[in-house]
T-cell receptor, first 116, second 117 residues
């Protein structure tokens, strides 16, 4: 199936640990995003990569480090996890238009991170 | 900066009732507007979109019209079903410095809709 996939779906870990979340899209898109959804369902962008280049870097602690090895993959590594990092993290992808704008985003199923 | 405000929920309706979820926005320039839906335990799915003033987006019986004069993009459906129970997000794709959005979506707070048989 063509889609945006994320692994793992659930992640439970202790405070202070380091963890990674992986995202892959097979839609042929050139832009990928990470969003964080908090316990009140509020969604906020964290990062975006276009053709492996970082183009959006919102105010996020530097414990969070995204990496895009190629256009189809965007990973998120989190160091020294804190209780407040507990959330659902969504990956998304889109394609750029010839006019320079961006088409609609397609979202992955999310990774629910719980920090104990 | 850009912002989106949705009507507070949760919204509870009986099947076949009329649905309106209000959405207003603040943005510079001419943003694109979207409604996304999140079913329980799933990611977000695009429901409909509008890219310029007076455009009407529609899908699965849902409609929303881009009203620049009132900076609104209200979601409507004439007859809801139990299967429409989900969280609905209004979002905009605006412009950042340099005149491009980089695709960034700004979301409203989401409205939980529950439809009873």
């Amino acid at each position: 199936d063509t889609a945006v996939s994320q692994t793992p779906k659930y992640l439970v870990t202790q405070m202070g640990n380091d963890k990674s979340i992986k995202c892959e899209q097979n839609l042929g898109h050139d832009t990928m995003y990470w969003y964080k959804q908090d316990s009140k369902k509020f969604l906020k962008i964290m990062f975006s990569y276009n053709n492996k280049e970082l183009i959006i870097n919102e105010t996020v602690p530097n414990r969070f480090s995204p990496k895009s090895p190629d256009k189809a993959h965007l990973n998120l590594h989190i160091n020294s996890l804190e209780l407040g990092d507990s959330a659902v993290y969504f990956c998304a992808s889109s394609s750029t238009m010839t006019s320079g704008g961006y088409n609609e985003q397609f979202f992955g199923p999310g990774t629910r991170l719980t920090v104990l | 900066g850009d912002s989106v405000t949705q009507m507070e929920g949760p919204v509870t309706l009986s099947e076949e009732a009329f649905l309106t979820i209000n959405c207003t926005y603040t943005a510079t320039g001419y943003p694109s507007l979207f409604w996304y839906v999140q079913y329980p335990g799933e990611g977000l799915q695009l429901l409909l979109k509008a890219t310029k003033a007076d455009d009407k987006g529609s899908n699965k019986g849902f409609e929303a019209t881009y009203r620049k004069e009132t900076t609104s993009f209200h979601l409507e459906k004439g007859s809801v079903q139990v299967s429409d129970s989900a969280v609905y997000f209004c979002a905009l794709q605006g412009l950042v410095a340099g005149g491009t959005s980089y695709g960034k979506l700004t979301f409203g707070q989401g409205t939980i809709l529950t439809v009873h048989p």
